[in-house]
């Protein structure tokens, strides 16, 4: 999650938005400074065991070519009819039916599920799953909370079953969003060490279930987290001068997906196809409005 575009962009997103919270859930990640609200009251951090990922043979995730065509569209999935012919979509894990995925692999494209691993998102069916002691500081999206991720003994089993959601579905990879709550206002002191482990236990529990997974933003673990994450996902790159902290990606030959909103094209097109990243614009609705690089 950005640093500094949150608190700017809450209040135009809302009049971009009107109101839905699909495209509130899609744009999760882009409050990282908004005003902290006062602290529910919490229990201490349970120091249990993490959970262990589902017990059963790994196949082998989804491989991406570092130069891969695609679209992300979260604030409500297309139609089958309205599939571009692209290799890969990200779309919204709950919003998707396994109808879509399934259209999406008969033109030989890749499915992306698109999970909230960060914060709980109160309109989500398994809302009611999160206890309050979990629940930290509004992340400036309507009905959106940063969660506690030292608590794996409580999160686990949502996240697992919601990694299962997307295997169920047919998807061949997860992006979890918010990971990176101990660099933002989440209302509990997360270090930098939380946050490893939480999203390593991501990426073992995803790649337990035959799925690939990316790391969404979270540029300044990039070092310690590559050899977990299979892709990368992030946000404005080079609007925040960020782009060279995911050349490890590139180096390691896993793919880079890259965008911007308020750049034009023309400002990061040339640099993005130098650096071989597949970048786009898009509006920050994440709606079906799409200029590629290449």
Request: proline content about 7%; charged content about 15%.
């Given at each position: 999650m950005k640093r500094a575009r949150a608190f700017l962009?809450?209040?135009?997103?809302?009049?971009i938005c009107g109101g839905l919270v699909a495209c509130a859930g899609a744009g999760a990640n882009l409050a990282a400074n908004t005003p902290t609200v006062p602290r529910p009251p919490t229990t201490p951090p349970t120091t249990a065991t993490s959970p262990s990922p589902p017990s059963r043979?790994?196949?082998?995730?989804?491989?991406?070519?570092?130069?891969?065509?695609?679209?992300?569209?979260?604030?409500?999935?297309?139609?089958?009819?309205?599939?571009?012919?692209?290799h890969m979509y990200d779309v919204d894990g709950f919003g998707a039916p396994a109808s879509l995925v399934t259209a999406m692999h008969a033109q030989n494209t890749q499915a992306v599920c698109y999970i909230d691993a960060g914060t709980s998102e109160n309109w989500r069916p398994d809302a009611g799953s999160f206890p309050a002691a979990v629940l930290g500081a509004n992340n400036g999206w309507p009905g959106e909370r940063w969660l506690d991720i030292r608590q794996l003994s409580i999160l686990g089993p949502i996240m697992t079953a919601r990694f299962q959601m997307c295997k169920d579905k047919g998807f061949d990879a997860v992006e979890p969003d918010n990971v990176d709550g101990y660099s933002n206002n989440t209302?509990?002191?997360?270090?930098?060490?939380?946050?490893?482990?939480?999203?390593?236990?991501?990426?073992?529990?995803?790649?337990?279930l035959g799925l690939s997974v990316a790391l969404k933003n979270d540029v300044d673990q990039v070092g310690d987290l590559l050899s977990s994450?299979?892709?990368?996902?992030?946000?404005?790159?080079?609007?925040?001068?960020?782009?060279?902290?995911?050349?490890?990606?590139?180096?390691?030959?896993?793919?880079?997906?890259?965008?911007?909103?308020?750049?034009?094209?023309?400002?990061?097109?040339?640099?993005?196809?130098?650096?071989?990243?597949?970048?786009?614009?898009?509006?920050?609705?994440?709606?079906?409005?799409?200029t590629a690089c290449r």
């Open positions: 962009w809450s209040t135009v997103v809302l009049l043979s790994t196949p082998t995730p989804w491989s991406l070519p570092l130069v891969t065509s695609w679209q992300w569209q979260l604030s409500a999935p297309p139609t089958a009819s309205q599939l571009l012919s692209v209302g509990f002191p997360l270090a930098a060490q939380d946050q490893l482990t939480y999203n390593q236990w991501i990426a073992q529990t995803v790649h337990s994450f299979d892709f990368v996902i992030d946000e404005q790159c080079f609007e925040f001068s960020e782009c060279d902290q995911l050349l490890p990606f590139i180096n390691a030959n896993k793919a880079v997906f890259e965008v911007e909103y308020n750049l034009d094209p023309r400002q990061f097109c040339p640099q993005a196809k130098a650096m071989n990243f597949n970048s786009l614009k898009k509006d920050l609705a994440l709606d079906a409005t799409r």
